[in-house]
């Protein structure tokens, strides 16, 4: 089982910053990936940025420019700096992991409940 704590929700102008936060914890093991998804109403989750446990980031277009993420050296814990948010940033964003049980093991994923982001003027 995968625990999230998930922070830095809220609301912003756009234009503005937001600094998310997760720390995850429990039966984890072989981290391949950790980093954020987001989901609007009406639409379905995508990813916005992860970060590989070789350290490569990966982050859809839309956000390239503008966000930032950062892991810690076990990859359990990520940041994902946000600036020049735009009303299209807004949503829920969940806390993503990738990992193994095992060597053997197929890869998991695990989701948190999410934190609220709404840009908004």
């Known amino acids: 089982q995968v625990q999230f704590v998930e922070s830095g929700g809220g609301l912003v102008q756009p234009g503005g910053s937001l600094r998310l936060s997760c720390v995850a914890s429990g039966s984890i093991s072989r981290i391949s990936a950790m980093g954020w998804y987001r989901q609007a109403p009406g639409k379905q989750r995508e990813l916005v940025a992860t970060?590989?446990?070789?350290?490569?980031?990966n982050y859809a277009d839309s956000v390239k420019d503008r966000f930032t993420i950062s892991g810690n050296n076990a990859l359990n814990t990520v940041e994902l700096q946000m600036n020049s948010l735009k009303p299209e940033d807004s949503g829920v964003y969940s806390c993503y992991l990738k990992w193994r049980p095992s060597a053997f093991s197929r890869p998991l994923e695990s989701w948190g409940q999410g934190t609220q982001v709404t840009v908004s003027s």
């Open positions: 970060v590989a446990s070789d350290g490569r980031p």
